[in-house]
């Protein structure tokens, strides 16, 4: 799960929204460490972030470093930084650590066994396509779903905001 639909849930005050959907449908979403990061800053305008209360919650993880000695691992996260660097003409160091992780969470996930299918929810098309193509090189081609986290986000709020 990228930062953005976590953040989005958090502006809106409706990440109890988000947690209804997710208990519905019996998922777990998986958070890089990156992504905690940028979602527990320092300076935040509450007691306890509201990715913590998820954590607590059981709803949401933070996955484990990933394992840069594999190779597929490395690989995914390496083409995914190619990939944006590329498509947004910028060069690779300037490159959101937080995008090439979202890369090596789905392809640990994936090459582990831990999944038989990974959705990448975010808005970066960038960083889904040199995900996507990535682990394609690794025969995981049909096990990777684009879910635009807005239009993921308008629809739980559509489905679950006046539901009890």
């Not at 990156?34 to 509201?50: A, I, N, Q």
């Amino acid at each position: 799960m990228d930062t953005n639909l976590f953040v989005r849930f958090e502006r809106h005050d409706t990440v109890d929204l988000l947690r209804r959907a997710v208990a519905e449908h019996d998922l777990t979403l998986h958070v890089p460490p990156r992504v905690y990061e940028e979602l527990t800053p320092d300076s935040h305008p509450y007691d306890v972030p509201p990715v913590e209360q998820a954590i607590e919650d059981g709803w949401v993880e933070v996955t484990d470093q990933v394992d840069y000695s594999n190779p597929v691992v490395s690989a995914t996260m390496d083409m995914v930084r190619r990939y944006i660097a590329t498509a947004d003409e910028r060069p690779e160091h300037e490159i959101e650590q937080a995008d090439a992780a979202l890369g090596g969470v789905a392809a640990t996930l994936l090459e582990h066994g831990t999944a038989e299918s990974v959705a990448i929810y975010t808005n970066d098309i960038a960083a889904f396509r040199g995900l996507e193509r990535a682990l394609s090189e690794h025969g995981h081609e049909s096990h990777v779903r684009l879910v635009k986290a807005y239009e993921f986000a308008q629809a739980i709020q559509d489905r679950y905001q006046f539901s009890d």
